[in-house]
């Protein structure tokens, strides 16, 4: 990463331009309306725990229900007594989300799902600060009981087409960096559910290409929830 230092002074003056345009398009988007925890469902008691950034909290979903955490809370309630909680958090880092959960009652988890890291990569975090973070909030979610903690996988910003170059090119490196630390990072019961790239169709994301679409959603949180059942 230090070998691109000189390209990223250089580039610099064009990438911190295209980066601010790009976060006053988040800043605008509201709020995505819909509870943020409830139990729902019959059987077994599942506490279900998520933290995360944009993706997580649903941007550009009309209600929480279409949203990842909607769609995973209603998969796994066929067959759990799922306690859920979402902890989302626009545009936030890892630091920002462990941060955040420092400060909460977190009471019982069972199960984690952490959707972090690309306001990590907007923000050029070292892959090391970002692992120490993220083991950080694995110890956290352990101390509270998680059996599972599942790590979203970052995309190949490469291919988000909507995003303007140079800065595309850097952001794209940093994914791949962070992501690595995600992969490396993975051992139970720590795991790392990888980004499906089948998501990133023009016919899976939101008109301004920027967020996932409610079919993108849905099929996350059934790829998620496949997951969490095998190992349940």
Not at 42 to 55: K, M, N
Not at 85 to 100: D, F, G, I, K, P
Not at 187 to 215: C, E, G, K, N, V
């Amino acid at each position: 990463m230090l070998a691109l230092l000189p390209i990223r002074l250089a580039l610099a003056p064009i990438t911190l331009t295209q980066s601010l345009a790009s976060l006053r398009r988040l800043t605008r988007l509201p709020p995505v309306p819909g509870a943020r925890s409830g139990v729902i469902g019959s059987g077994p008691a599942l506490h279900l725990f998520i933290v995360g950034d944009g993706a997580a909290a649903g941007l550009g979903a009309p209600t929480l229900e279409q949203t990842f955490a909607g769609f995973l809370v209603a998969d796994l309630a066929r067959d759990f007594t799922v306690h859920w909680r979402v902890e989302a958090r626009y545009l936030a880092t890892s630091a920002q989300a462990l941060r955040h959960l420092q400060s909460l009652d977190l009471g019982r988890i069972d199960v984690a799902v952490s959707a972090l890291g690309i306001a990590d990569v907007r923000g050029q975090v070292s892959p090391r600060r970002f692992r120490n973070q993220q083991r950080a909030i694995a110890r956290l979610l352990l101390d509270h009981g998680a059996r599972q903690i599942w790590r979203t996988g970052l995309p190949p910003v490469e291919r988000l087409t909507h995003l303007p170059q140079p800065w595309r090119m850097l952001m794209a490196i940093q994914a791949r960096a962070l992501d690595a630390v995600l992969a490396a990072e993975t051992a139970p019961p720590i795991y790392r559910l990888p980004y499906d790239q089948a998501l990133l169709r023009p016919d899976l994301r939101t008109s301004d290409s920027l967020f996932p679409s409610t079919a993108a959603y849905a099929e996350w949180a059934r790829r998620q929830a496949r997951e969490i059942r095998l190992r349940a």
